[in-house]
């Protein structure tokens, strides 16, 4: 079975040979029915020829002893003395006609006395006649050879009869003779019946075959069965049969075969029950009929030879056939094999494994050729394969070297300040190639200030890499110079403008935190506002003007914002690879979703934050293809317990309004209206509110002055807080560090031209505030002004105005 | 023809009488074992069934006896054969033994066999073809050739053409029934057991013929019967009872044993080739049965013949002139032989 699946060839010729074989059984069934057939007809006409043939054979002999015995007969009634004459013409008719084996001539007893009666016999003993005269013939007279001719008148040949003196079947012929009309004599002969057996014997009838010959009683003269001779006659034999019905149809046989008439039929034989056709036909001098049975299994017998013959025939044939299909099986299949073997070795990479020769140009030689021709293909692919997967695989180990130089870029090492107890930081950035366009970035620029950024390039892969580099670098190396948000993207963004053929962007978050104070300051240049959480309000988003993306526009220009974070306060920057992050269904994480997330973990620490979004987004994503990179950033303040505030309250407190001017002196006019218009809002008298107007601008102007040693714009912040008590205003610069509290008192008796330069305003100032204070922070020189609010009425009232 | 045949029976007949004469009674009268002899008298036949049965299952040989059956026949003489003593016993019928008695041959009855005749006449129903006249009656017989057995076997048929008036011209019938199976008579006489069954085994059907019955119709005499010289009677009559008695209980065992009987009747057949077959020894054995063994409504007894039976068989013979003076019944019929 698993050959026959196996193998192409087994199953060809299996079919061939099942075709051939419903093909052979079709023509010898059909030659068997019409080989039935012509045996049929063939044995009729057989039967009928053999019975015709026999029938004449056994005429003519019966008809010549006939004609002998009828003119002795007639020769004897014309001799004149011929009781003397009688042995004469026995021994002459003898001595002539071989045939008869004895002939008599008996007289007719006349009248009473039977002395007078005479019987005259010869036979034949070896070559010699015998004869003998019998003058008491009175037995004789009583059997029928004499009997019958006597009382019929008419010659009549005798029931056939053993005759023990030839131990023979004879039959006796006997011719009355008449004289005036009177019975004279009988003349009779004998013949021997065994050459009939023998004719009979002879006769070609085939296997079974049967010749039978009956007298005109019915009786068997010659029977294959020897013991029925003269025993049996058909009717007996009827009544030995033990089936009614076979007895029945043996009786109608007989009787039918005695009509007269030649005949066939077909019958089944009454002891062996086997059917046969018995063709029969009456021999006209002796009323004999002659009987010849065929058996139909003569038949069957020769079909079944011939159809075995037959079947042989075809069988060799079919079996040729078969080596036939085989052959031709395994010819197709060999190569084929071939070609597998091959193709299972070429599967493994072995590109000489031999192929079986082109032999032919059939299928197989086709497809022989065109399997060569797919090794010489595949080796030429796969040597190009290779070609390219080299040069691939060195692009991609070299984009995994940008990677790895990409993550190097941002700072990865966490906690980053681990001796801080005021700062918990935690950052992440994973890219949606290789390399990835986003950053992020934060470094202490000096011991209480803490800068963060954020950054995402338009694009992605190597470009914004580059680009993500390029910006993200610059905007530290700014930030650590600038030390203001605004100013520093102002500067990355002309930075980045200038040349900017790839027409690339980033979109970008800066802050500095005031680690001492809580103050971040910050500017957005078009990216998505980060989200402030904890310290006792719901998160929300830190909100800030909008700027254009950075390299987008030269000269663009962004604004600071100040927002002072309380205690616990965390900052949640990112990028918008969370929010637009997609799943299968394309639907969006969404600012929501984050919010959501913030508000609900507003306690954790900022690694578990960050490590929360990440998770929420990945499941959101579900597997689908990161389309963007992920950058988080969170940085939880927290005010360090050791730190002495500088300004009371106002260093915790987020200042009440703050102004960032730029280091020209035609901001001036901002400043001044807008401390007129802080200090109407803190019910500053107006002297005290010019006083405090003086004394920053005598401040601003001398940093405008003399603050700085370039020319580039720098940002100042004024931040301003005020309650009941007190209001408090603090200058920051990121000028050349100046201590004006650390300037002697003026003389303001000497001369003019002696004094030292600003000596007066300072003067001024501490002459009108109630607080003169300076620190250094981070390369950044903050100086507070402070005003008792009742002394400030009286104090900022007594100004030197 | 049959000279070969005559003589050689003949040889066989000068055999059994130098045997018997070896064998003789003078020595049975000392010795153990009677040896005697039986002639039947025909062939070889069932007719004869309950003597070989006798023989066959030593019935004969438990009597002391040492029987040889002779087989009778066209070739043999019974009555010389009994004149001569080359036979002790033998088988006739009851006008046959009358008619010995009057050749000198005084043979005393021992046992009657066939009590009921079974003579036949038949006749073909048509004589002339399908065309001619009808016989149906005796009377249709009237001038018709009838073939009648010769000598002894004539006397039923006379006395039924008597009896019946009827006239036929009768022509002798010997050995076969072929002149009546040319058509060369009209009529033949028949053994119901044996040529009635020939004619069948000829093809001839029942329905072509017209049979009387000459039993049924005023001709009934007794037929076979067991017979031995009035002297050998007088001087043996205990071998002569012991041989009767052991053919009685042959026939009865016959009757019982009809397959096994006919079994050793074909014996016989195939030992002396007799041109005979199975299927009619069969039909003679049932019909010799028949006429043998009285059935519930047949007033015979079994191995007795009847003074009413012999007185009409003698009255019989005595009219057709074939015997003289009947004998007395004591002194022809030994019925006490069986006893």
Not at chain 1, 69 to 85: V, Y
Not at chain 1, 357 to 380: K, P, T, W, Y
Not at chain 1, 564 to 583: F, I, Q, S
Request: charged content about 20%.
């Amino acid at each position: 079975m698993s050959l026959l699946k196996r193998s192409l060839a087994v199953r060809l010729a299996l079919l061939i040979a099942v075709g051939a074989g419903l093909v052979l059984l079709a023509v010898l069934s059909f030659s068997h029915i019409s080989l039935s057939r012509l045996f049929v007809r063939q044995v009729h006409q057989r039967g009928d020829a053999l019975t015709r043939s026999a029938v004449n054979l056994i005429e003519s002999r019966m008809g010549r002893a006939e004609a002998t015995i009828r003119e002795a007969a007639a020769a004897f009634a014309l001799l004149s003395e011929g009781r003397n004459r009688a042995q004469e013409l026995i021994c002459s008719t003898l001595e002539n006609h071989t045939d008869l084996c004895g002939m008599t001539i008996a007289m007719a007893p006349v009248g009473a006395s039977p002395s007078d009666s005479r019987m005259y016999s010869g036979w034949r003993k070896d070559a010699d006649i015998s004869l003998k005269q019998d003058h008491l013939p009175e037995n004789n007279y009583q059997q029928d050879w004499f009997y019958l001719p006597y009382y019929l008148q008419r010659p009549v040949w005798t029931e056939p009869y053993y005759d023990d003196k030839t131990d023979a079947l004879m039959v006796t012929y006997a011719v009355p003779v008449l004289r005036h009309g009177q019975m004279w004599a009988v003349v009779t002969g004998d013949i021997s019946l065994e050459w009939i057996r023998h004719m009979l014997n002879d006769l070609p009838l085939g296997p079974g075959g049967q010749a039978i010959l009956l007298s005109r009683r019915g009786r068997y003269i010659s029977h294959p069965v020897r013991d029925l001779e003269m025993r049996e006659t058909v009717f007996s034999l009827a009544e030995s049969l033990a089936k009614p019905e076979a007895r029945t149809s043996l009786v109608d046989i007989g009787h039918r075969m005695l009509e007269g008439q030649p005949g066939q039929l077909s019958y089944r034989r009454p002891f062996d029950d086997q059917p046969a056709f018995l063709h029969y036909r009456t021999v006209p001098s002796s009323g004999w009929v002659l009987g010849v049975v065929i058996p139909e299994q003569q038949i069957h017998t020769s079909t079944l030879r011939l159809n075995r013959i037959n079947g042989l025939v075809g069988l060799v044939g079919m079996s040729l056939l078969l080596l036939a299909a085989l052959g031709l099986g395994w010819s197709v299949t060999r190569p084929l094999k071939k070609l597998a073997k091959a193709a299972d070795r070429l599967a493994q990479g072995d590109f000489d494994a031999p192929l079986p020769a082109i032999r032919s140009h059939d299928e197989v030689g086709c497809l022989n050729a065109s399997f060569r021709r797919m090794r010489v293909d595949l080796q030429r692919y796969i040597s190009e394969l290779t070609t390219t997967t080299a040069a691939k695989e060195k692009i991609a180990s070299e984009l995994a070297i940008a990677r790895d130089i990409q993550l190097g870029i941002v700072p990865k090492l966490f906690p980053p300040f681990p001796n801080r107890s005021d700062l918990d930081l935690h950052a992440m950035l994973i890219p949606a190639r290789e390399v990835g366009g986003d950053f992020y970035d934060f470094a202490l620029l000096d011991e209480n200030h803490l800068y963060i950024a954020i950054g995402d390039v338009s694009g992605k892969g190597v470009p914004a890499s580059l680009l993500m580099a390029v910006g993200k670098t610059l905007l530290k190396s700014v930030m650590q110079t600038v030390r203001d948000p605004a100013r520093a993207l102002c500067q990355v963004n002309d930075e980045l403008a200038e040349d900017n053929d790839s027409c690339m962007f980033i979109t970008g978050f800066c802050g500095m935190l005031n680690l001492r104070t809580g103050d971040l300051l910050y500017a957005n240049a078009g990216h998505n506002p980060p989200l402030l959480l904890g310290g006792g309000h719901d998160a929300q988003i830190l909100e800030a003007p909008p700027g254009p993306a950075l390299g987008a526009l030269p000269g663009s220009c962004y604004a600071s914002c100040s927002r002072r974070l309380a205690n616990d306060d965390m900052l949640l920057l990112y990028t918008d690879g969370v929010t637009e992050a997609m799943d299968p269904d394309q639907k969006l994480f969404g600012e929501a979703r984050l919010l959501q997330i913030a508000r609900t973990r507003e306690e954790v620490a900022a690694r578990s934050l960050v490590e929360a979004v990440e998770h929420a987004v990945r499941l959101h994503a579900a597997g689908a293809e990161q389309s963007d990179d992920i950058t988080l950033l969170a940085v939880r303040y927290r005010i360090d317990p050791g730190q002495v505030l500088v300004a009371g309250k106002g260093d915790t407190d987020p200042p009440c309004a703050v102004l960032t001017l730029l280091n020209r002196l035609q901001e001036l006019p901002r400043l001044t209206s807008w401390v007129e218009k802080q200090a109407q809002a803190c019910g500053l008298s107006s002297r005290a509110a010019m006083n405090l107007n003086l004394a920053l601008e005598e401040w601003v102007v001398n940093i405008i002055s003399y603050g700085y040693g370039d020319d580039h714009e720098h940002a100042i912040n004024v931040r301003l807080w005020a309650d009941s008590q007190k209001l408090q205003i603090e200058v920051e610069d990121d000028g050349l560090p100046f201590d004006p509290t650390a300037q002697g008192a003026v003389d303001t008796d000497a001369a003019l031209e002696h004094r030292q330069i600003g000596g007066l305003g300072i003067h001024f100032i501490r002459k009108t505030m109630n607080g003169f204070s300076y620190r250094r922070e981070n390369d950044r020189n903050i100086v507070t002004l402070s005003l008792q609010m009742h002394e400030s009425r009286s104090k900022g009232d007594e100004g030197p105005c | 023809m049959f000279w070969g045949a005559v003589s050689r029976r003949w040889v066989l007949v000068v055999w059994v009488f130098l045997s018997a004469a070896v064998f003789n009674p003078a020595g049975a009268a000392e010795g153990k074992t009677d040896a005697l002899t039986l002639v039947l008298q025909w062939n070889h036949q069932s007719q004869f069934a309950g003597y070989y049965m006798a023989l066959e299952k030593g019935f004969y040989k438990d009597a002391g006896l040492d029987v040889t059956i002779l087989r009778g026949g066209s070739d043999v003489r019974a009555d010389r054969l009994m004149a001569q003593r080359r036979a002790d016993f033998c088988s006739a019928m009851l006008p046959t033994a009358l008619e010995m008695r009057k050749t000198g041959l005084p043979l005393v009855l021992l046992a009657q066999l066939v009590n009921r005749s079974n003579f036949q006449l038949v006749a073909w129903k048509r004589p002339e073809g399908s065309d001619g006249p009808a016989v149906l009656e005796p009377s249709d017989l009237d001038g018709l050739r009838v073939t009648v057995w010769e000598k002894n076997f004539r006397s039923p048929y006379l006395s039924f053409f008597r009896g019946w008036g009827v006239r036929p011209a009768i022509l002798p019938q010997y050995y076969t029934l072929s002149l009546f199976l040319h058509r060369g008579a009209a009529a033949c006489s028949v053994m119901r057991y044996n040529e009635y069954h020939t004619l069948l085994q000829n093809g001839v059907s029942p329905e072509e013929l017209t049979v009387f019955n000459l039993w049924e119709m005023g001709v009934n005499l007794p037929e076979d019967g067991l017979y031995c010289r009035a002297d050998t009677w007088q001087q043996r009559p205990d071998v002569c009872r012991r041989f009767v008695r052991a053919t009685l209980a042959g026939w009865r065992y016959a009757r019982d044993h009809r397959k096994e009987t006919l079994d050793v009747v074909m014996g016989y057949i195939h030992r002396e080739k007799l041109p005979t077959n199975r299927p009619h020894m069969a039909w003679m054995l049932d019909e010799i049965l028949k006429s043998i063994f009285p059935a519930k409504d047949e007033a015979w007894t079994f191995g007795v013949l009847s003074r009413q039976s012999f007185r009409a068989t003698t009255q019989l013979l005595q009219h057709q002139g074939r015997i003289d003076t009947p004998p007395a019944y004591e002194d022809f019929v030994k019925m006490e032989a069986a006893q």
